[in-house]
């Protein structure tokens, strides 16, 4: 890893549609690129919402973001890191989590050990679910997170392109106009919001790359990793 001199560290969400998790295309391939750019990186491996294991299996996966941020935030001088540079980067499902600790990091959905501030303070949303809308959500990751018969208001909830004010972090989006999977239309309501709100956002559609392109292997998304460096250098998180 390369000296972290700014101190920014990034936590990875791997997609997987809330069924499993692609950990090491969109988790540890992603951890080494970030690091490449001097930045410490965090693959989460977050629970998968059950009923089997959890009281309310929507807020299982938020609840382990949240306390992957306190961890991270109270530990930052230990680690050399900027405690205000803590951002976060999702996939897919993954981008769907990484947008709801965006816009739920001040619901208490744990009992945390101390008062640490769970928001990041920036996100990287790559092909994300966003809403959970039925005219535009991935359907598999609505189904596993919210039930086969989920309520107007869980629906809601967890569009998180709805829950979006002017305290939500700053982001950098990127989708595939041909994305199949997961409309591009998630990244557009999403950033449509933020600049609603005044928040800081920067969305990249490419021609095309499908989805699940990970770190970019042909077409014009394959770029997207030189973009988002410089968005990075942009607002400083990196030289």
């Known amino acids: 890893m390369d000296e972290n001199k700014i101190g920014t ?5 791997p997609g997987g ?34 009923d089997q294991i959890m009281k309310d299996k929507t807020t299982g996966p938020l609840q382990d973001a949240q306390e992957a941020i306190r961890y991270v935030r109270r530990n ?17 499902a993954g981008g769907h989590l990484a947008s709801t600790l965006a816009t739920h990091y001040s619901e208490k959905v744990y009992q945390s050990t101390d008062t640490t501030n769970a928001r990041p303070n920036f996100s990287l949303l790559i092909y994300p679910v966003i809403s959970m809308n039925s005219e535009i959500t ?4 609505q189904t596993n997170l919210l ?6 208001s869980s629906i809601e909830k967890f569009s998180n392109e709805l829950q979006v004010t002017s305290e939500t972090p700053e982001a950098f989006l990127v989708h595939a106009s041909d994305d ?17 709100h ?14 699940g392109f990970g770190l970019g292997k042909e077409h014009s998304s ?18």
């Not at 991935?138 to 990751?141: A, D, F, K």
């Not at 039930?147 to 107007?152: D, E, I, K, T």
């Not at 928040?199 to 499908?210: N, Q």
Request: charged letters at 20%.
């Open 9 to 13: 560290a990034v936590i990875v969400f």
């Open 76 to 92: 930052a001088a230990k680690w050399n890191i900027n405690k205000n540079k803590i951002g976060i980067i999702g996939f897919s």
């Open 17 to 50: 549609g809330y069924s499993h998790l692609a950990i090491n295309k969109e988790g540890n391939k992603v951890a080494e690129w970030l690091n490449t750019m001097g930045i410490t990186a965090y693959v989460l491996k977050y629970r998968l919402p059950t």
């Open 147 to 152: 039930g086969n018969q989920a309520s107007a």
């Open 138 to 141: 991935h359907l598999g990751s």
């Open 222 to 239: 394959k770029y997207w990793t030189t973009d988002c460096q410089n968005w990075l250098k942009e607002h400083k998180y990196v030289d």
């Open 198 to 211: 005044k928040v800081p956002a920067e969305l990249h559609l490419y021609e095309k790359g499908g989805h």
């Open 180 to 196: 199949t999977v997961v409309s591009a239309k998630n990244s557009i309501v999403y950033y449509e919001a933020l600049i609603k």
